[in-house]
């Protein structure tokens, strides 16, 4: 399934059913920005702790993105270094106990052994995606930047919702499910 259009911003995601292990949902989840999917290569992912944590309504910056217009109006490769240090102070600040400001949190997308990680803020009226990746632990961890996006929140919350739509029975609890 693509939710959103290729060019600009999308998720391409399956299940598959198959590859089931432990009751949890397998399959592929790759986002894709400017016309380039990421991870690069096809990778088996854990898709239902994925989509889950997407969709936390109280730490997901994926499904309620956060309105920052100073961080916004920042340069591609400015906004992601100042965003990759509030998010993990631990890389650029030297201190391994600094304490991670959360507010415009990185979502993982595909599998963490990609080391993929994408920020999404709005400026009120627009969404703005930053995709980067973590670079070999012998450079300390930190993340390097390699492209952005910005889309209406219209066309971004368009995609949100049929991503949410196709994952909708994993996303609701056995509770959930009993009250529609």
């Given at each position: 399934m693509i939710a959103g259009n290729p060019d600009t911003f999308a998720v391409i995601t399956e299940k598959v059913a198959n590859w089931r292990t432990d009751d949890k949902v397998s399959g592929m989840l790759?986002?894709?920005?400017?016309?380039?999917?990421?991870?690069?290569?096809?990778?088996?992912?854990?898709?239902?702790?994925?989509?889950?944590?997407l969709f936390d309504?109280?730490?997901?910056?994926?499904?309620?993105?956060?309105?920052?217009?100073?961080l916004f109006e920042m340069k591609g490769k400015k906004l992601f270094k100042r965003l990759s240090a509030m998010r993990f102070p631990q890389y650029?600040?030297?201190?391994?106990?600094?304490?991670?400001?959360c507010r415009f949190d990185a979502v993982f997308l595909g599998p963490a052994t990609a080391g993929y990680h994408v920020f999404v803020l709005s400026d009120g009226q627009s969404i703005r995606l930053v995709i980067g990746r973590r670079k070999k632990k012998k450079h300390g961890g930190r993340l390097r930047y390699i492209d952005d996006v910005v889309i209406t929140a219209e066309e971004y919350q368009r995609t949100v919702n049929r991503l949410y739509l196709f994952f909708r029975g994993t996303l609701e609890t056995p509770d959930d499910k009993c009250n529609n």
């Open positions: 790759h986002v894709c920005i400017n016309g380039v999917a990421y991870p690069r290569k096809p990778r088996a992912t854990d898709v239902e702790n994925n989509i889950i944590s309504e109280q730490t997901s910056a994926f499904s309620h993105p956060k309105v920052s217009r100073k650029y600040s030297g201190n391994r106990n600094a304490e991670a400001d």
